[in-house]
């Protein structure tokens, strides 16, 4: 450095931003990442100069970052593929306020709240949190929320608006027998937010399903529920599987899967076939594979089911472990990895590896993988507690239990080895 001169610190220096300038550039960059980094050259048979052209006309009418993500994702949406993502970048946001919830069904009753359910963990899920199911705590099904912090509920006055910035913050609940605050008690819980309760929901739902197939199996068929194929769907699959070895038969419920990984995981686990038993002198032989269910299996598939959601039915059919069943599902299975950051932070992403069939054909994007037996799924069967999908799956089981080639494991006779 100079003899009198100083370095400048430009941290607290303004920078001026022309947002029209940043919005082109910021669409020339995506134009290019994805003539760069889409799966095949063709851009699946789109004149990307062309749709450059076509859309780079209407730059001069944005006037917000959120017009342009509208204009990247209708030019993104020509080449027709799954995981074509925008997560904008700098742009106002609204302020938002997080509602406490408390894991309960609850019924409305001239102003004051009827307490119809309530969730819980189910005691071996240690991450998921029960406002109203804490021990010790006693509050039950069939009991009123009169009053919060204090404040009596009423046709003026909405739970929720007492709940607003109360997440995981101590609020103290009055609980009646009846509608009224004469003889209420108080009870200390902690919110949860929208998200922890919507957890709780599926778990609960995840568990009913296993016991309706317990019901309609006469404890013969394993129900086990894949969220996803990631961290969580492998845990459920773990948790569900193992704890079933005792089944005939084994009914995998994929429907809404959000995908992930590949999981050939859970296939080859799927795939294992009995090959010796273990004697030994007190008790009932063990096998090698040590753990599996060696019987028919069944996967219900639909239409939400996509990325690792569309792979796990694909592979699931391709071993012939079984019938699929329900609907078609997404058909969203080109690939993603990182891609560099926009100019203002925003992120996008192109589609980079498309699968293939050992015959050299694309498949299933934007085809998705058929059910064997299709099964509709209405709104009114679900609201009258029905589940068709599931019912004709236990169907298709038990009927397949009846002539299935079980392998008997039986002990043989004591070997003799003198001479």
Do not use: C
């Not at 919060?148 to 109360?166: A, M, T």
């Not at 704890?243 to 999981?263: P, T």
């Amino acid at each position: 450095m100079a003899p009198g001169t100083a370095k400048l610190n430009i941290s607290n220096v303004p920078i001026e931003v022309d947002p029209a300038a940043e919005w082109k550039q910021i669409f020339n960059e995506v134009w290019a990442m994805q003539k760069e980094y889409f799966y095949v050259e063709n851009m699946h048979g789109a004149d990307w100069k062309a749709v450059k052209a076509k859309y780079e006309k209407f730059l001069p009418y944005v006037n917000h970052r959120s017009d342009l993500s509208y204009l990247l994702n209708e030019m993104m949406g020509e080449l027709v593929v799954g995981h074509a993502y925008i997560y904008p970048g700098d742009q106002p946001s609204t302020p938002s306020v997080r509602t406490g919830t408390l894991g309960a069904d609850l019924e409305y009753v001239n102003g004051m709240y009827k307490i119809n359910k309530i969730y819980t963990p189910l005691d071996w899920n240690p991450s998921l949190k029960a406002p109203l199911a804490i021990p010790g705590m006693n509050v039950e099904e069939g009991q009123y929320i009169v009053a919060v912090d204090g404040i009596k509920l009423s046709p003026e006055v909405n739970l929720y608006k007492l709940l607003e910035n109360k997440v995981n913050k101590q609020v103290v609940l009055k609980i009646n027998s009846k509608p009224a605050l004469e003889g209420a008690r108080d009870v200390v819980v902690k919110p949860i937010t929208f998200e922890q309760e919507l957890s709780l929901r599926q778990m609960d739902k995840i568990e009913n399903n296993r016991k309706k197939v317990d019901a309609l199996s006469n404890g013969q068929i394993a129900y086990v529920y894949l969220p996803n194929t990631g961290q969580e769907g492998y845990t459920n699959f773990n948790r569900y599987y193992f704890a079933q070895m005792d089944k005939k038969a084994l009914l995998i419920d994929e429907r809404n899967n959000g995908g992930g990984s590949v999981a050939d995981y859970v296939i080859d686990l799927l795939s294992r076939e009995l090959i010796a038993g273990w004697a030994i002198r007190d008790g009932k032989p063990f096998t090698t594979p040590g753990n599996g269910i060696y019987g028919p299996k069944a996967m219900i598939i639909n239409e939400n089911a996509g990325s690792g959601g569309d792979m796990l039915p694909y592979m699931f059919r391709f071993k012939g472990l079984g019938k699929l069943v329900g609907r078609t599902t997404m058909g969203i299975l080109v690939g993603i990895s990182g891609y560099p950051r926009l100019l203002d932070g925003g992120r996008i992403t192109s589609p980079n590896f498309g699968i293939f069939d050992l015959n050299g054909k694309y498949i299933i994007e934007n085809e998705g993988v058929a059910p064997d037996v299709f099964v509709e799924q209405m709104p009114k069967d679900l609201l009258e507690g029905r589940d068709p999908q599931l019912e004709k799956t236990v169907e298709i089981l038990l009927q397949e239990m009846k002539t299935y080639p079980y392998k008997e494991i039986k002990k043989p006779a004591d070997p003799v080895r003198v001479n």
